[in-house]
């Protein structure tokens, strides 16, 4: 049995079945599959980053847009310019990672993500970086996927994919 929560195009997560300590989860984003490497999330580790993903969100934490008059595509390239590389200084690190978003570990260490709040409303931008991934979706090469949700809406999907992987391997989900 499997449990979708939230709504494809702006965020959502459907869980399936268990695999010993591994539970198959997919995620997906302004209607792009974010887990299409590697769908099995070893559930106490990904549990973890979920909740505190939820718990900062639930605090009102997040910053709004960082470049006026940006959009988010052009400030999510911006952010990444220089990323990793032996250019890049620790002040564009850190106000990149204070965006940084679904690091859950390697089920989502194929997309780069970044979260934008206002008051009551998140704006995701995803972009895939595997080689392997562009060359069997070229579509996605160099592209930045954008997803507005209510902050509510998206952490209450969060606390939802928490309580559904709070539920063993010997029981159904809810």
């Known amino acids: 049995m499997t449990v979708l929560l939230g709504d494809k195009n702006r965020f959502a997560a459907e869980v399936g079945e268990w ?9 997906w984003a302004a209607g792009k599959l974010l887990t299409c490497d590697d769908n099995l999330s070893f559930v ?36 990444m310019h220089r990323a990793g590389s032996d250019d890049e200084t620790e002040a564009e690190y850190e106000l990149r990672s ?15 993500a970044h979260v934008f709040c206002d008051t009551d409303r998140l704006v995701l931008t995803l972009q895939f970086w595997r080689e392997e991934h562009l060359i069997k ?24 994919l928490v309580a559904v992987l709070d539920g063993g391997p010997d029981r159904e989900c809810p």
């Open 19 to 27: 695999d010993d300590a591994l539970r198959r989860v997919d995620l």
């Open 44 to 79: 106490s580790q990904f549990r973890r980053d979920v909740l505190d993903t939820a718990v900062w969100l639930r605090s009102g934490q997040g910053s709004p847009l960082p470049f006026e008059g940006l959009s988010p595509q052009a400030t999510h390239r911006r952010l």
């Open 98 to 112: 204070q965006f940084r978003v679904l690091s859950w570990g390697p089920t989502t260490d194929n997309v780069t």
């Open 137 to 160: 979706h070229p579509e996605d090469a160099g592209e930045v996927f954008v997803a507005e949700i209510p902050r509510a809406e998206f952490v209450g999907i969060l606390e939802d």
